[in-house]
């Protein structure tokens, strides 16, 4: 069975930073592309970015520079951590798992699993 286990979220302030980590379970972990989403309230899927299963990563125009993903393999763990936050960045985050070939990964659609999510609130 497979689970994706997300912890860090919490309340920052402007301009704060935070680690939000994912940890998977029952698959291959270098098999797999983890991905970001997060969803604000009344709102659809944000793609935030990608950790490549190749060591490649991609990070969208509204979180570059920002955002920095990273994994590690030993713990099966990929970190996303956000700095420099805006309110406009409170939502709800989502790591999810692909094995997908593909090199865009931005659509939710290609992401066989996913994480409970976390919530993330950056207050003004």
Do not use: I
Request: proline residues 3%.
């Amino acid at each position: 069975q497979v689970q994706l286990v997300e912890s860090g979220g919490g309340l920052v302030q402007t301009g704060g930073s935070l680690r939000v980590s994912c940890t998977a379970s029952g698959l291959s972990f270098s098999d797999y592309s983890m991905g970001w989403f997060r969803q604000a309230p009344g709102k659809e899927h944000e793609f935030v970015g990608v950790s490549r299963r190749d060591g490649t990563t991609y990070y969208p125009d509204s979180v570059k520079g920002r955002f920095t993903f990273s994994r590690d393999s030993a713990k099966n763990t990929v970190y996303l951590q956000m700095s420099s936050l805006k309110p406009d960045d409170t939502a709800v985050y989502y790591c999810a798992a692909t094995n997908s070939a593909l090199t865009e990964l931005r659509s939710p659609g290609l992401y066989a699993y996913w994480g409970q999510g976390t919530q993330v609130t950056v207050s003004s």
